[in-house]
């Protein structure tokens, strides 16, 4: 049975009730029982529906008020802020999230304006967004900062709609601060990128996943010279693209294709572009993916046209002086400083008369006669001694057994860092030449003797017509004196007019022609009239040019043939000047090239009566001063200004003592300031010229610029006095750890036997205690011949000995050790000491002073080297200070031994902290076991 509501209902609905009721009471009243009871009946049926409807309407009641509840807490403690705003913009209605970003409490924010918490730069969007929502009837959306609040501005993201009613809107507030903070990031970010993408000075581009330019910077475009409608219009992909080869490249054998397809970078890949004006351009490209939706790889190109075409030029220039080399008549040899044939050319090997294969590897003693080849080995031996440029005249007979004469130019060859290792020799063949000069100067000697003794009379004129030379026979034939003659013309030497005119017209003819002339003339004398024939010839010097004329004049009577032969004895004797002459300016141009083509500093000082006259500077100076020829002539003074204070007595010293010939010393080493303000030390070395009576005529000097050298120099003896006191040190520690250790425990061992032979009964016990310290004894010896020698290396093998000190003094102290050793050969036992040592002393510093946590060790051997890299998260030190200094007898031992191996080592910091270590040894096959 159902239970009835108690609830029997409030008054007034009772009342209402009756009253209905009462209306209508004549329309219900039953007239008889049986209506009254199915009244009874119906009225009872309705009674209990009301009351089903009744408890159906409180349970709905109930679940609205818990969804209401339900709908208020979610309302109130929802993570976005959410307001409720009249028309003219007071609160009316906020959760606790959206008090919070105003720094409110809810309560008191009610009927407050929310534009109070506006801000002025972002009020006018606030202002727009009321204005959509009201007017408009539509949902807005827009980004303010919040304000007037105890802690920093809010960026809050609002969504608002208009109310049910019209006269309300409702906005949810998102807190986008963080948000804003991150896209600003981004912004800054992406504009610093940019920057860098526009000036980096290679040309840059992203490739879209169409294989099509999507971005470039602008050295792209001067690269390419391409403009931006250019890049859209895909300019580039109509251009040529070849290898090195000339071959064409494909689309698909691109570094940008490659990189996409196979994703991996694509480095240094060298194309020749072909423009459309048909330039060639030279590209270096790398490509490399991109892990982008949008953006298929990167791609970075540089021009390389310049040193592509630097490249061509040196190897033009290669083969043009290999060509000049094995195509001139000069035998050309290099030697190295113990006298060996290095390599020879081919005029070298047919003037030999032996082949290369021949020649090389041997010296002199071993090619030519004894006599011959002491003298060359000694012009050799003078040349790596002194230095400079020497030609010497040099007798061989070669293995055909033919006697020749060399006139040989040789000079010291040198490495970068200055060290002689060799000498050049440009040697020709003179053997025809010294016949000619001897002869011609025979020939000379009897020209001489023929014209002051000859019967002929010989006048020389210049283009005036005046005489300039006459001999003997003048004198003797015509009867006038020869020193009342020079400087006058025939007239002025009292010549009879009509001869001294016949002869005037055959000279002007000649020097208008510039051909000979041959006539004959008489002169009466007092013995009677003479016949003579003249034959007038134009002196010219090598450009052709008439610089004077020769008359021979001789009896025609007597001296007919003696004439003939002086003519022909003269045409020889001038054609062989003139060859003399131009092979003396060959060798001369020859000298100025080789001289032009050294780089170090040259200079000449000429010296007339023991003074000094001029100084005269080879352009090459400026390499090594700073300054150029013409500033050293314009300024005496400034050689010796230029030298460096402390250094000026001593070089005034050394050329005043060369000046008066009061030193033997050739060769000075000092300092000097560049023009830069840099110290330079150079090397001045001279060469001194004597007149014939040997008299000072001036001095060569070739500085050279020994700055490496010295530098070198001086840290050798800093490195030698290092490893001194690191020796002394060592064997001091070695004194103090037998005395402390081992002398001390065999001491006690000593006691406690002694006691033991006392009395072996009563102290039996002192047997095994002085036994025992006699092991110990023996393992503090171990402990210290292993510091002087790690015996463990023929034990254990290097890269087990090195895992166990790694082992043994990191990992057994709880420093956390990522180890990584790759060794693929065997070395030998001074290369495994080294590696090991350098190990030891860098661990051992990383315990004293790092205080770290953390290390990585990488030994990993390469092609010929041994890359060691040490990586600690410890306090680091003072990087600067070491690249100036190494200072600290472990810093100093490492470098010692990395230089034993030509190595090199870096000292760096480590991001965040710590210290990053990095040896480079460089190995040889001879280290290899």
Request: hydrophobic share 35%; aromatic share 6%; glycine share 6%.
């Amino acid at each position: 049975m159902m239970k009835k509501n108690s609830n029997k209902g409030s008054p007034d609905l009772r009342q209402k009730a009756e009253k209905l009721l009462s209306s209508n009471a004549s329309k219900t009243v039953p007239q008889s029982e049986v209506e009254i009871l199915k009244l009874l009946h119906e009225l009872e049926v309705h009674q209990i529906e009301l009351e089903l409807q009744n408890e159906e309407l409180i349970l709905a009641k109930e679940q609205a008020e818990s969804a209401t509840e339900k709908y208020i807490e979610l309302y109130d403690f929802a993570p976005s802020g959410y307001f409720t705003l009249s028309r003219d913009g007071m609160i009316t209605r906020l959760n606790f999230a959206a008090a919070q970003m105003l720094g409110k409490d809810r309560s008191a924010l009610i009927n407050r304006r929310f534009g109070l918490f506006v801000s002025a730069e972002t009020m006018d969007s606030f202002n727009l967004f009321l204005d959509i929502i009201y007017q408009n009837s539509t949902a807005a959306v827009c980004d303010v900062i919040l304000t007037g609040v105890e802690k920093s501005p809010v960026n809050v993201n609002l969504s608002g709609t208009l109310s049910v009613n019209g006269e309300e809107c409702l906005i949810i507030a998102i807190d986008i601060t963080e948000r804003k903070l991150i896209e600003k990031r981004l912004i800054e970010s992406e504009e610093k990128w940019r920057r860098l993408f526009e000036i980096l000075p290679v040309g840059v581009s992203v490739l879209d996943h169409n294989h099509e330019i999507s971005d470039y910077n602008p050295a792209l475009k001067t690269i390419l010279d391409l403009s931006d409608s250019d890049f859209k219009n895909k300019k580039y992909a109509g251009r040529i693209y070849m290898r090195q080869d000339d071959t064409p490249v494909s689309p698909h054998e691109f570094p940008g294709f490659i990189a996409v397809k196979e994703q991996k970078t694509v480095r240094n890949m060298e194309l020749q572009v072909l423009k459309e004006d048909g330039t060639v351009l030279w590209l270096d490209v790398s490509a490399s993916p991109l892990p982008s939706n949008n953006s298929a790889c990167v791609i970075v190109t540089v021009d390389i046209t310049g040193r592509k075409i630097q490249e061509k030029r040196i190897n033009d220039s290669r083969i043009l002086i290999d060509s000049i080399i094995n195509n001139t008549s000069d035998a050309i040899t290099l030697k190295d400083v113990e006298g060996r044939y290095l390599l020879v050319n081919n005029s070298a090997e047919w003037l030999m008369g032996r082949s290369a294969a021949e020649i090389t590897g041997r010296d002199d003693s071993s090619l030519f006669i004894p006599a011959e080849s002491a003298i060359i080995m000694e012009n050799d031996s003078k040349v790596l001694k002194t230095g400079g440029v020497h030609t010497f005249e040099e007798v061989l007979t070669v293995s055909t057994g033919r006697k020749l004469t060399f006139l040989s130019t040789k000079g010291v060859l040198c490495d970068d860092s200055g060290r002689v290792t060799g000498l050049y020799c440009i040697s020709r063949d003179i053997t025809n030449r010294k016949m000619i000069e001897n002869a011609l100067h025979k020939s000379q000697q009897d020209f001489s003797t023929l014209a002051e003794n000859a019967n002929d009379i010989i006048v020389r004129y210049n283009k005036d017509l005046r005489i300039l030379y006459c001999n003997s026979a003048f004198e003797k034939q015509l009867e006038i004196s020869c020193v009342t003659c020079f400087g006058k013309t025939l007239v002025e030497t009292g010549l009879p007019v009509d001869q001294a005119e016949l002869l005037n017209i055959a000279l002007k003819k000649t020097l208008d022609s510039g051909s000979e002339q041959e006539i004959e003339h008489y002169y009466n004398s007092d013995a009677g009239r003479k016949f003579f024939q003249t034959r007038i010839v134009p002196e010219k010097d090598l450009k052709g040019k008439i610089q004077t004329l020769l008359a021979l004049t001789r009896n025609i009577t007597d001296h007919k043939k003696s004439e003939l032969l002086l003519a022909r004895y003269r045409d020889n004797l001038e054609r062989d000047v003139l060859l003399r002459t131009a092979e003396l300016r060959e060798s001369e141009n020859r000298y100025k090239e080789i001289i032009n083509s050294i780089t170090d500093y040259v200079y000449q000082v000429i010296i007339h009566d023991g003074n000094e006259v001029t100084t005269i500077y080879s352009e090459t100076c400026y390499s090594v001063t700073g300054y150029h020829a013409a500033e050293f002539q314009d300024n005496p003074l400034l050689w010796i200004e230029i030298v460096y204070e402390d250094d000026r007595e001593m070089v005034n010293n050394f050329i005043r003592s060369i000046i008066t010939e009061h030193t033997s010393d050739r060769k000075l080493e000092h300092r000097i300031v560049h023009k830069d303000g840099t110290v330079l030390w150079i090397d001045n070395s001279i060469v001194i010229h004597r007149g014939i009576n040997g008299e000072l005529k001036g001095y060569d000097g070739v500085i050279r610029d020994i700055s490496q050298r010295k530098a070198a120099e001086f840290e050798i003896i800093s490195l030698n006095r290092h490893i001194i006191k690191l020796q002394e040190d060592e064997r001091r520690h070695v004194a103090q750890d037998l005395h402390d250790g081992v002398g001390q425990t065999m001491l006690a061992a000593k006691i406690s036997l002694d006691t033991y032979k006392l009395d072996p009964v009563r102290f039996e016990n002192q047997l095994d205690i002085g036994l025992a310290f006699i092991t110990r004894a023996s393992s503090e010896l171990r402990e210290v011949y292993s510091g002087l020698y790690p015996t463990i290396l023929n034990d254990l093998g290097l890269e087990m000995s090195l895992r166990w000190l790694i082992y043994n003094l990191l990992e057994t102290t709880g420093i956390k050790v990522e180890t990584s050793i790759n060794i693929l050969n065997r070395f030998q036992n001074e290369l495994n000491v080294c590696i090991y040592r350098i190990m030891q002393e860098i661990v051992s510093n990383i315990l004293k002073h790092a205080d770290a946590t953390k290390i990585s060790i990488n030994l990993l051997e390469n092609d010929y080297s041994i890359a060691l890299t040490v990586k600690d998260n410890g306090v680091g030190f003072n990087v600067n200070k070491f690249k100036k200094q190494i200072s600290g007898y472990g810093l100093v031992n490492i470098k010692s031994r990395v230089k034993g191996f030509n190595g090199i080592m870096t000292i760096e910091n480590n991001n965040p902290q710590g210290t990053v270590i990095d040896i480079v040894l460089n190995i040889t096959p001879e280290d290899l076991a």
